[in-house]
Structures are given as C-alpha cells and as structure tokens.
Nanobody, 124 residues
C-alpha cells in the first residue's frame, strides 16, 4: 500500500512558476513509476508527466513539454513537478499517482495509487 500526499499548489500569475511535491509512504517507493495528472473544472483528468523508477526515463504531455519537468528523490520518497511559464490553461487540480509496474505510461488505468490532489490556479 502506498499513500500519496501532494503539496505546493497555489495561485500564481501567468508566466510564473510553481513546484509541486508528492510525498509517498512506504519503503518501496523506488520501485514505483510515478505520474502527474491534472483535472480542470468540467473536464476529464488527463496525463501530464511520468517518470521511471530511477528517474532516467520521463514522458510528457505535448501541452507541457518544454515547460514542465518531473523528477524524483528516492531517498526522500518524493516526486516533483516543476512548472514554468504557466498559463491560465494550466489551472487545474494536480494529482500524483504511483504504478507498481516498470513501464512508464500515460494511461490512468495503469496507476494503482492516487493522491488527493493540489489546486493550481494561474491568473491572467
């Protein structure tokens, strides 16, 4: 069992930056693929980024590529999402998720554990 707690959300102006964190419980964090997803009001939850066990492999949604960066610190059981050049279109609740398999994937159904989410609001 893995419990995930996101933090770092808030209100930021367009063009600004935020770093989200996701702290995981459990001693096997390093064996989980980690992902970030987001859900805007009235929309479905969508993939943002994911990272492999070691951090050596990452994938991104086209909408955030070049602006967002996912990383992890296995010693701290934490995964991060650095978000730069934010725009109002990035406003959403952001969720981290953990997958017990080895494949880095965009599919929500592949992830076994989910956090409660943290709100990011970007003003214009």
């Amino acid at each position: 069992q893995v419990q995930l707690v996101e933090s770092g959300g808030g209100l930021v102006q367009a063009g600004g930056s935020l770093r989200l964190s996701c702290a995981a419980s459990g001693r096997t964090f390093s064996r989980y693929v980690m992902g970030w997803f987001r859900q805007a009001p009235g929309e479905e939850r969508v993939f943002v980024a994911a990272i492999s066990w070691s951090g050596g492999s990452t994938i991104y949604a086209d909408s955030v590529k070049g602006r967002f960066s996912i990383s992890r610190d296995n010693a701290k059981n934490t995964v991060y999402l650095q978000m730069n050049s934010l725009s109002p279109e990035d406003t959403a609740s952001y969720y981290c998720a953990a997958r017990s398999g080895a494949r880095v994937t965009r599919q929500q159904s592949d992830y076994d554990y989910w956090g409660q989410g943290t709100q990011v609001t970007v003003s214009s």
